[in-house]
């Protein structure tokens, strides 16, 4: 099922997409147990709003080995976890502002997971039951920053660089997923999560060994091979098989 956030008419809603139409739900999914209502809206005359506002926005690291072939960085043993801030986040149809034009600015098309309950101490068998769904996010980030740091919450943080959306599935296979960035409309990133380095029951586990994760937290799960650069008058379109494609255009600030 497909769940989106989603403004009309200054009011915000809730609602499930079924092809071109949405049907509205009587709350928030995320915190709640929610019924279809009969009000419908079509899916081209609403603002698509991203489909959570995350407390946590975590993101792992270097989690396809052929990524990490191209950074010249080892594979980690473990998940490389680090935190971007939530007021990154901006929705599907939205600008990615760039503020550093002499600074390269890349793109990382990536499978999101978005939590559904309380999460700390997770056994991998029960891992997937925590989840509420799956999203498609870009987790841009400023290279400069991330050498000159060595580490990256700057380099990741600035406002409009974690894209997120447009829906969240709830039914999803996210180990054996298709993931995909066209920029300009040509192929840039093309895998598949089943490269995923640590799957996605690990990534779970590894995590809240450290920390609780909350319901509407996100977790980036890292990004495969082909990342470069954005400029402005760009159009960059991340995509997941099975979610849809989230689409965003690239201004100087």
Known sequence: MKYIRFR?????YYGVVKGNSITQLDGDYITGETR??????????????TP????????????YEAHAEETGKPIPEEPMMFMASP???VAHDTEIV?????HRIDYEAELVIVIGKEAK????????????GYTVGNDVSNRHLQKKDGQYTRAKSFSTFKPLGPVIETELEPNRAPIKLTLNGEVKQESN???L??????????????????????????????????????????????????RNQVREK
Do not use: W
């Open 8 to 12: 009309k008419d200054d009011e915000i």
């Open 98 to 102: 760039l503020p550093n034009l002499e």
């Open 197 to 246: 380095i640590h799957d996605i029951e690990q990534l779970i586990v590894k995590i809240t060994e450290v920390m609780t994760l909350q319901p509407g937290d996100v977790i980036y799960t890292g990004t495969p091979s082909g990342v470069g650069p954005l400029s402005p008058g760009d159009v960059v379109e991340a995509e997941v098989g099975g979610i849809g494609v989230l």
């Open 193 to 195: 999560t089943n490269d």
């Open 36 to 49: 279809p209502l009969s009000t419908e809206f079509a899916l081209d005359e609403v603002e698509v709003l």
């Open 121 to 132: 101490d997770v056994k991998r068998e029960e891992a997937l039951s925590y989840i509420f």
């Open 52 to 63: 959570v506002e995350p407390g946590q926005v975590l993101c792992i690291g270097l989690n």
């Open 87 to 89: 007021s990154a986040v």
